[in-house]
């Protein structure tokens, strides 16, 4: 964490060394509002995330892309990359420094993206560039994985050519860029008029860049997922230490033109803020318990939704991008409701012989069914043989 701490923090007094390129702004466009990874900086009159260099590797260590956005990147830090975290599987920090150089680096499918950074940037948009360029590969070929870098090589350096400008990261939106790079790697047939390379210009930094306008269906249809995983710490006496749930509204939408959503949620939600003085004592959570309500931590949304809309009346707001994207992800830790109680009795048989006795209670309603549950029972390391009886389903070792 110290260390981490120093890579990321941006002294007050250094100043940013080059400034972006100018050859991306256009009129009546600020570069703050072009580029989404731009922060503000007390010593410096905008701090971006410079990058040198993009790498990706796939798990045998082969460099499927090395591309390089300023001199100080050179050939021989792939091999670096190589040798110290593929080849090293005690390696598990997501962030490498050595000497002046930082490797940062999300592992997705069966392949490593590198990010190579020579100055003090901000760690964070460094990994948000990242899973963008994840997103964004997901987008052009349905799956980012070896096979598809390997088969679409060209289009990838095509992209990271089109999203990175001198290190400085650019437009990410699927949308946007497939209006000009298709999935043929050559420029489309809308680029080449005039008129329409305006209406490029205008999509890429208008107020919905993550939308075309000119989207048509036959057929209009939104689906909706809400995805949720409960954590839960438990004592040997059953009591719960710790229980929280990790949610996520994922949404597909298929509508034709601009359309505006809304999304309502349960008029008993509460958004947690320390009660705006720090007053969230124990008394207030047993009054919300009492009431019912659902109370959600960190909420975050998706840049098109309204958020002025969310705070007066909480109602979700927002224009969607074309096809599926995450809405929002929360945390909530009050009034947690556990869809199972597990009942463990662990008695142990003389110094040779273990039994476990596992009870599985279901808190959910009649109306409701679990499907593929599993159940995982840590046993010795030393176990020669296991005798197991079960009265629903099945069990293996």
């Given at each position: 964490l110290p260390k981490l701490y120093d890579i990321v923090t941006l002294p007050s007094h250094q100043a940013v060394d080059h400034e972006p390129?100018?050859?991306?702004?256009?009129?009546?466009?600020?570069?703050?509002?072009?580029?989404?990874?731009?922060?503000?900086?007390?010593?410096?009159?905008i701090s971006t995330n410079m990058l040198s260099g993009v790498l990706i590797f796939n798990q045998k260590g082969e460099n499927l892309i090395y591309r390089a956005?300023?001199?100080?990147?050179?050939?021989?830090?792939?091999?670096?990359?190589?040798?110290?975290?593929?080849?090293?599987?005690?390696?598990?920090?997501?962030?490498?420094?050595?000497?002046?150089?930082?490797?940062?680096?999300?592992k997705h499918e069966n392949i490593y993206l590198v990010a190579v950074t020579r100055s003090n940037a901000n760690a964070a948009l460094v990994f948000e560039f990242l899973y963008r360029l994840v997103l964004l590969g997901r987008g052009y070929f349905g799956k980012f994985d070896e096979e598809a870098v390997k088969n679409n090589f060209v289009?990838?350096?095509?992209?990271?050519?089109?999203?990175?400008?001198?290190?400085?990261?650019?437009?990410?939106?699927?949308?946007?860029?497939?209006?000009?790079?298709?999935?043929?790697?050559?420029?489309?047939?809308?680029?080449?008029?005039?008129?329409?390379?305006?209406k490029i210009t205008m999509q890429a930094t208008g107020a919905l860049s993550w939308r075309r306008s000119d989207i048509k269906y036959r057929k209009n249809e939104a689906f909706v997922d809400v995805i949720e995983d409960v954590n839960l710490l438990m004592s040997a006496t059953g009591t719960v230490l710790r229980a929280d749930v990790n949610g996520q509204i994922v949404m597909r939408a298929y509508l034709s033109g601009m359309p505006e959503c809304k999304f309502g949620l349960n008029d008993r939600l509460l958004l947690d803020n320390n009660d705006a003085a720090g007053r969230s004592d124990g008394r207030t959570r047993a009054t919300r318990a009492a009431a019912g309500s659902v109370t959600l931590e960190d909420c975050q949304f998706h840049q098109c939704v309204k958020l002025g809309r969310f705070d007066a009346d909480r109602i979700i707001s927002f224009v969607?991008?074309?096809?599926?994207?995450?809405?929002?992800?929360?945390?909530?830790?009050?009034?947690?409701?556990?869809?199972?109680?597990?009942?463990?009795?662990?008695?142990?048989?003389?110094?040779?012989?273990?039994?476990?006795?596992?009870?599985?209670?279901?808190?959910?309603?009649?109306?409701?069914?679990?499907?593929n549950v599993i159940v995982r029972i840590p046993t010795p390391l030393n176990t020669a043989k296991i005798t197991e009886r079960t009265s629903q389903g099945r069990a293996k070792y």
């Open positions: 390129p100018s050859t991306r702004k256009l009129a009546n466009q600020s570069s703050t509002e072009q580029c989404p990874f731009r922060e503000k900086s007390a010593g410096a009159s956005f300023r001199n100080d990147c050179r050939p021989r830090l792939a091999d670096v990359f190589r040798i110290q975290v593929i080849s090293n599987a005690q390696v598990r920090s997501p962030i490498l420094t050595l000497g002046s150089t930082t490797f940062s680096h999300v289009l990838v350096y095509e992209l990271l050519d089109e999203i990175l400008d001198f290190g400085y990261p650019q437009n990410t939106e699927t949308d946007t860029l497939k209006m000009y790079i298709t999935t043929e790697g050559v420029k489309s047939s809308i680029a080449n008029s005039p008129s329409d390379s305006s969607p991008p074309d096809g599926e994207f995450e809405l929002m992800h929360y945390r909530a830790t009050e009034n947690v409701n556990l869809p199972f109680k597990i009942h463990p009795i662990v008695r142990e048989i003389g110094t040779t012989k273990v039994e476990y006795s596992i009870a599985i209670k279901a808190n959910y309603g009649s109306k409701l069914f679990a499907t």
